[in-house]
Protein backbone atom coordinates (compact mmCIF):
# COMPACT_ATOMS: atom_id res chain seq x y z
CA UNK A 1 0.00 0.00 0.00
CA UNK A 2 -1.56 3.11 -1.02
CA UNK A 3 -5.09 8.63 1.86
CA UNK A 4 -7.54 9.77 4.71
CA UNK A 5 -10.98 10.47 3.78
CA UNK A 6 -14.39 11.21 5.10
CA UNK A 7 -15.59 8.92 3.29
CA UNK A 8 -14.06 5.90 4.70
CA UNK A 9 -15.23 2.29 3.17
CA UNK A 10 -15.34 4.19 -0.54
CA UNK A 11 -11.68 3.64 -1.10
CA UNK A 12 -10.24 2.11 -4.24
CA UNK A 13 -6.87 3.05 -4.38
CA UNK A 14 -4.76 5.16 -1.78
CA UNK A 15 -1.20 6.07 -0.69
CA UNK A 16 0.72 8.61 1.17
CA UNK A 17 3.04 9.25 -1.39
CA UNK A 18 5.64 8.27 1.34
CA UNK A 19 3.95 4.55 1.96
CA UNK A 20 4.89 3.18 -1.32
CA UNK A 21 7.49 0.95 0.89
CA UNK A 22 9.74 3.45 -0.02
CA UNK A 23 10.98 6.59 2.30
CA UNK A 24 8.63 6.45 5.76
CA UNK A 25 7.27 9.00 8.20
CA UNK A 26 5.60 8.34 11.69
CA UNK A 27 2.12 7.87 11.96
CA UNK A 28 1.03 10.78 13.60
CA UNK A 29 -1.42 13.15 14.32
CA UNK A 30 -1.74 16.62 12.45
CA UNK A 31 -3.77 19.38 11.78
CA UNK A 32 -4.02 19.66 7.80
CA UNK A 33 -6.22 20.69 5.22
CA UNK A 34 -7.75 18.68 2.61
CA UNK A 35 -7.38 20.41 -0.96
CA UNK A 36 -9.98 18.10 -2.79
CA UNK A 37 -11.94 18.58 -6.53
CA UNK A 38 -13.90 15.72 -8.40
CA UNK A 39 -13.21 14.33 -11.94
CA UNK A 40 -13.81 10.80 -14.12
CA UNK A 41 -11.34 7.92 -13.87
CA UNK A 42 -8.89 8.26 -15.90
CA UNK A 43 -7.94 11.77 -15.52
CA UNK A 44 -8.37 10.49 -12.13
CA UNK A 45 -5.54 8.22 -12.36
CA UNK A 46 -3.27 10.60 -14.48
CA UNK A 47 -3.59 13.29 -12.02
CA UNK A 48 -3.00 10.69 -9.04
CA UNK A 49 0.65 9.40 -10.60
CA UNK A 50 1.38 13.41 -11.78
CA UNK A 51 0.87 14.09 -8.05
CA UNK A 52 2.73 11.29 -6.40
CA UNK A 53 5.38 12.30 -8.95
CA UNK A 54 5.42 15.72 -8.26
CA UNK A 55 4.89 15.73 -4.20
CA UNK A 56 6.96 12.74 -3.42
CA UNK A 57 9.99 14.47 -1.85
CA UNK A 58 7.37 16.40 0.45
CA UNK A 59 5.78 13.13 1.45
CA UNK A 60 2.51 14.59 1.26
CA UNK A 61 -0.58 12.24 1.50
CA UNK A 62 -2.89 11.64 -1.64
CA UNK A 63 -6.16 9.90 -1.54
CA UNK A 64 -7.81 9.14 -4.67
CA UNK A 65 -11.57 7.52 -3.98
CA UNK A 66 -14.41 6.09 -6.20
CA UNK A 67 -17.35 8.27 -5.10
CA UNK A 68 -20.19 7.55 -7.44
CA UNK A 69 -19.01 3.79 -10.31
CA UNK A 70 -22.19 4.59 -12.33
CA UNK A 71 -21.69 8.31 -12.55
CA UNK A 72 -17.56 7.84 -13.31
CA UNK A 73 -16.65 10.56 -10.31
CA UNK A 74 -14.07 9.98 -8.67
CA UNK A 75 -12.32 12.21 -6.00
CA UNK A 76 -8.86 13.22 -5.69
CA UNK A 77 -7.55 14.74 -2.25
CA UNK A 78 -4.27 16.34 -1.31
CA UNK A 79 -3.77 16.69 2.22
CA UNK A 80 -1.37 19.72 3.08
CA UNK A 81 -0.06 21.18 6.27
CA UNK A 82 2.02 24.68 6.25
CA UNK A 83 2.02 26.88 3.60
CA UNK A 84 -1.53 25.40 1.95
CA UNK A 85 -1.73 28.48 -0.75
CA UNK A 86 1.78 27.63 -2.32
CA UNK A 87 0.75 23.80 -2.39
CA UNK A 88 -2.57 24.28 -4.13
CA UNK A 89 -0.54 27.05 -6.25
CA UNK A 90 1.41 23.99 -7.48
CA UNK A 91 -2.02 21.70 -7.80
CA UNK A 92 -2.92 24.21 -9.99
CA UNK A 93 0.44 24.31 -11.93
CA UNK A 94 0.45 20.30 -11.80
CA UNK A 95 -3.15 20.18 -13.28
CA UNK A 96 -2.29 23.14 -16.13
CA UNK A 97 0.15 20.65 -17.58
CA UNK A 98 -1.81 17.72 -17.81
CA UNK A 99 -4.10 20.51 -19.88
CA UNK A 100 -7.28 19.68 -16.72
CA UNK A 101 -8.37 22.71 -14.67
CA UNK A 102 -10.53 21.69 -11.77
CA UNK A 103 -12.20 23.37 -8.62
CA UNK A 104 -10.37 22.95 -6.13
CA UNK A 105 -12.02 22.79 -2.64
CA UNK A 106 -10.59 23.00 0.91
CA UNK A 107 -11.58 21.18 4.48
CA UNK A 108 -9.67 21.75 7.24
CA UNK A 109 -9.06 18.17 8.89
CA UNK A 110 -7.68 18.66 12.66
CA UNK A 111 -5.92 16.04 14.50
CA UNK A 112 -7.15 12.86 12.48
CA UNK A 113 -5.17 9.69 12.51
CA UNK A 114 -5.49 9.54 8.64
CA UNK A 115 -3.68 6.58 8.25
CA UNK A 116 -5.68 4.53 10.49
CA UNK A 117 -9.07 6.08 9.03
CA UNK A 118 -7.60 5.50 5.48
CA UNK A 119 -6.75 1.38 6.32
CA UNK A 120 -9.74 0.74 8.03
CA UNK A 121 -12.14 1.64 4.84
CA UNK A 122 -9.42 -0.28 2.36
CA UNK A 123 -10.97 -3.23 0.55
CA UNK A 124 -8.70 -6.80 0.72
CA UNK A 125 -6.34 -6.71 -2.42
CA UNK A 126 -5.07 -9.92 -4.28
CA UNK A 127 -1.83 -9.98 -6.00
CA UNK A 128 -1.25 -13.36 -7.53
CA UNK A 129 -1.85 -15.95 -4.46
CA UNK A 130 -1.04 -13.22 -2.02
CA UNK A 131 -4.28 -11.19 -0.05
CA UNK A 132 -3.42 -8.65 1.53
CA UNK A 133 -6.12 -7.41 4.22
CA UNK A 134 -6.52 -5.69 7.45
CA UNK A 135 -8.49 -7.34 10.58
CA UNK A 136 -11.90 -6.52 9.69
CA UNK A 137 -11.57 -8.63 6.03
CA UNK A 138 -10.61 -11.75 7.58
CA UNK A 139 -13.74 -13.49 6.57
CA UNK A 140 -12.41 -12.77 3.14
CA UNK A 141 -9.34 -15.37 2.73
CA UNK A 142 -10.01 -18.26 0.63
CA UNK A 143 -8.47 -21.71 0.53
CA UNK A 144 -5.36 -22.06 -0.69
CA UNK A 145 -4.47 -18.06 -0.68
CA UNK A 146 -1.37 -16.56 0.85
CA UNK A 147 -3.07 -14.24 3.41
CA UNK A 148 -1.03 -11.47 4.85
CA UNK A 149 -2.77 -9.21 7.32
CA UNK A 150 -1.83 -5.50 8.22
CA UNK A 151 -2.80 -3.61 11.14
CA UNK A 152 -5.29 -1.02 10.63
CA UNK A 153 -2.71 1.48 12.16
CA UNK A 154 0.33 0.42 11.17
CA UNK A 155 0.73 1.72 7.24
CA UNK A 156 4.01 1.85 5.90
CA UNK A 157 2.87 0.35 2.58
CA UNK A 158 -0.05 -1.91 2.78
CA UNK A 159 -0.15 -3.71 -0.69
CA UNK A 160 -2.97 -1.31 -2.05
CA UNK A 161 -0.21 0.65 -4.15
CA UNK A 162 1.09 -0.95 -7.22
CA UNK A 163 4.10 -1.04 -6.60
CA UNK A 164 3.53 -3.30 -3.48
CA UNK A 165 1.10 -5.15 -5.48
CA UNK A 166 3.16 -5.63 -8.73
CA UNK A 167 6.20 -6.79 -5.88
CA UNK A 168 3.86 -9.67 -4.88
CA UNK A 169 2.79 -11.08 -7.95
CA UNK A 170 6.77 -10.57 -9.60
CA UNK A 171 8.15 -12.57 -6.39
CA UNK A 172 5.58 -15.58 -6.76
CA UNK A 173 6.97 -16.11 -10.09
CA UNK A 174 11.39 -15.72 -9.30
CA UNK A 175 10.46 -17.70 -6.09
CA UNK A 176 8.90 -20.68 -8.09
CA UNK A 177 11.32 -20.88 -10.42
CA UNK A 178 14.75 -20.09 -8.71
CA UNK A 179 14.07 -21.60 -5.15
CA UNK A 180 16.05 -18.88 -3.44
CA UNK A 181 17.69 -20.15 0.55
CA UNK A 182 17.93 -16.50 1.57
CA UNK A 183 16.03 -13.05 0.79
CA UNK A 184 16.51 -9.09 1.68
CA UNK A 185 13.76 -6.93 1.61
CA UNK A 186 15.42 -3.41 1.81
CA UNK A 187 13.31 -0.54 2.63
CA UNK A 188 10.71 -3.06 4.19
CA UNK A 189 8.35 -0.35 5.72
CA UNK A 190 5.44 -2.74 6.93
CA UNK A 191 7.53 -5.91 6.06
CA UNK A 192 4.17 -7.06 3.58
CA UNK A 193 7.11 -7.69 0.71
CA UNK A 194 9.53 -9.96 4.12
CA UNK A 195 6.48 -11.60 4.90
CA UNK A 196 5.21 -12.72 1.43
CA UNK A 197 8.64 -14.13 1.18
CA UNK A 198 8.93 -16.34 4.25
CA UNK A 199 5.51 -17.44 3.65
CA UNK A 200 5.86 -18.17 0.03
CA UNK A 201 9.10 -20.45 0.10
CA UNK A 202 9.85 -20.34 3.87
CA UNK A 203 13.40 -18.91 3.96
CA UNK A 204 15.41 -16.71 6.26
CA UNK A 205 14.56 -12.73 5.03
CA UNK A 206 16.53 -10.12 6.20
CA UNK A 207 13.75 -7.02 6.92
CA UNK A 208 15.87 -3.48 6.61
CA UNK A 209 14.55 0.27 7.03
CA UNK A 210 16.00 3.18 7.88
CA UNK A 211 13.49 4.57 9.48
CA UNK A 212 12.78 3.35 13.58
CA UNK A 213 9.12 3.50 13.57
CA UNK A 214 8.85 1.45 9.89
CA UNK A 215 10.94 -1.25 11.62
CA UNK A 216 8.78 -1.37 14.52
CA UNK A 217 6.19 -1.79 12.49
CA UNK A 218 7.57 -4.27 10.14
CA UNK A 219 8.35 -6.50 13.62
CA UNK A 220 4.77 -6.29 14.68
CA UNK A 221 3.42 -7.15 11.26
CA UNK A 222 5.88 -10.40 11.20
CA UNK A 223 4.86 -11.48 14.57
CA UNK A 224 1.20 -11.09 13.42
CA UNK A 225 1.47 -13.23 10.59
CA UNK A 226 3.27 -15.75 12.38
CA UNK A 227 6.80 -15.75 10.70
CA UNK A 228 9.08 -14.05 13.49
CA UNK A 229 11.15 -16.73 13.29
CA UNK A 230 11.96 -15.84 9.30
CA UNK A 231 11.73 -12.55 9.29
CA UNK A 232 14.70 -10.62 11.32
CA UNK A 233 13.98 -6.61 11.10
CA UNK A 234 16.97 -3.98 11.72
CA UNK A 235 17.21 -0.46 11.36
CA UNK A 236 19.99 -0.41 8.58
CA UNK A 237 20.91 3.09 6.49
CA UNK A 238 22.11 1.38 3.19
CA UNK A 239 24.41 -0.83 2.88
CA UNK A 240 26.69 -0.30 5.63
CA UNK A 241 25.45 -1.96 8.31
CA UNK A 242 27.24 -5.25 9.17
CA UNK A 243 24.13 -7.29 9.13
CA UNK A 244 24.67 -7.27 5.19
CA UNK A 245 28.06 -8.81 5.28
CA UNK A 246 26.68 -11.48 7.96
CA UNK A 247 24.11 -12.00 6.37
CA UNK A 248 24.94 -12.16 2.76
CA UNK A 249 25.18 -12.71 -0.31
CA UNK A 250 21.55 -13.48 -0.95
CA UNK A 251 19.70 -15.09 -3.57
CA UNK A 252 17.04 -12.90 -4.00
CA UNK A 253 16.54 -9.12 -3.10
CA UNK A 254 13.56 -7.01 -3.26
CA UNK A 255 13.52 -3.09 -3.01
CA UNK A 256 10.73 -1.25 -3.48
CA UNK A 257 12.20 2.26 -3.43
CA UNK A 258 12.40 4.77 -5.96
CA UNK A 259 13.87 5.49 -8.90
CA UNK A 260 16.75 7.64 -7.84
CA UNK A 261 18.12 5.64 -4.60
CA UNK A 262 18.01 2.35 -6.80
CA UNK A 263 19.66 3.58 -9.54
CA UNK A 264 22.68 5.20 -6.80
CA UNK A 265 22.33 1.42 -4.69
CA UNK A 266 23.06 -0.34 -7.96
CA UNK A 267 26.84 -1.32 -7.41
CA UNK A 268 25.95 -2.01 -3.87
CA UNK A 269 23.24 -4.33 -5.29
CA UNK A 270 25.80 -6.16 -7.36
CA UNK A 271 27.74 -6.64 -4.20
CA UNK A 272 25.46 -8.17 -2.16
CA UNK A 273 23.24 -11.00 -4.32
CA UNK A 274 24.85 -14.11 -5.25
CA UNK A 275 26.08 -14.89 -8.19
CA UNK A 276 23.45 -16.27 -10.65
CA UNK A 277 21.02 -14.51 -8.23
CA UNK A 278 18.10 -12.13 -8.32
CA UNK A 279 16.63 -8.44 -7.68
CA UNK A 280 13.14 -7.13 -7.85
CA UNK A 281 13.11 -3.90 -8.06
CA UNK A 282 9.91 -1.33 -8.10
CA UNK A 283 8.80 2.11 -6.76
CA UNK A 284 9.40 2.89 -10.60
CA UNK A 285 7.32 5.46 -12.79
CA UNK A 286 7.13 3.80 -16.40
CA UNK A 287 8.72 6.74 -17.87
CA UNK A 288 11.98 5.94 -15.20
CA UNK A 289 12.11 1.93 -16.21
CA UNK A 290 15.16 2.34 -19.14
CA UNK A 291 16.92 4.54 -16.75
CA UNK A 292 16.64 1.91 -13.76
CA UNK A 293 17.64 -0.84 -16.27
CA UNK A 294 20.73 0.69 -17.56
CA UNK A 295 22.20 1.85 -14.31
CA UNK A 296 22.21 -2.44 -13.54
CA UNK A 297 23.24 -3.15 -16.36
CA UNK A 298 26.15 -1.72 -16.25
CA UNK A 299 26.53 -3.66 -13.17
CA UNK A 300 26.48 -6.71 -15.12
CA UNK A 301 22.61 -7.54 -14.22
CA UNK A 302 20.45 -9.11 -17.35
CA UNK A 303 16.87 -7.66 -17.53
CA UNK A 304 14.50 -10.72 -17.06
CA UNK A 305 11.18 -9.19 -17.18
CA UNK A 306 8.60 -6.30 -16.29
CA UNK A 307 5.82 -6.05 -14.88
CA UNK A 308 3.16 -2.90 -15.37
CA UNK A 309 0.88 -1.79 -13.00
CA UNK A 310 -1.27 1.74 -12.34
CA UNK A 311 1.50 3.73 -13.67
CA UNK A 312 4.43 1.87 -12.16
CA UNK A 313 6.94 -0.85 -13.17
CA UNK A 314 8.30 -3.86 -11.09
CA UNK A 315 11.46 -4.99 -12.80
CA UNK A 316 13.49 -8.37 -12.65
CA UNK A 317 16.95 -8.29 -13.07
CA UNK A 318 19.75 -11.52 -12.69
CA UNK A 319 23.53 -11.43 -12.10
Known amino acids: MHGPESKVGASEKWEPVFGQDHAHKENRLMTQTRLYFTTGKIEADRIFAAFEAAFEDEGLPIGLVEVDEDRDIHEVS ?11 ARTKEIL ?9 AREPVPDVDWVTRSLEGLKPVRAGRFLVH ?12 LAIEIE ?3 AFGTGHHGTTAGCLEMLEQVV ?11 GTGSAVLAIALARLAHIPVLATDIDQVAIKVAAA ?13 VTAPGFHHPIFAA ?7 VANILARPLMRLAPEMAGHVASGGSIVLSGILDRQRDAVISAYVGQQFRHVSTLHREGWVTIHLKR
Open 78 to 88: LYADGDVDAVE
Open 96 to 104: AGLALSRPI
Open 134 to 145: GAHDRSKRHSGE
Open 152 to 154: AGL
Open 176 to 186: RRERPRNALDL
Open 221 to 233: NARLNHVKALVET
Open 247 to 253: RGPFDLI
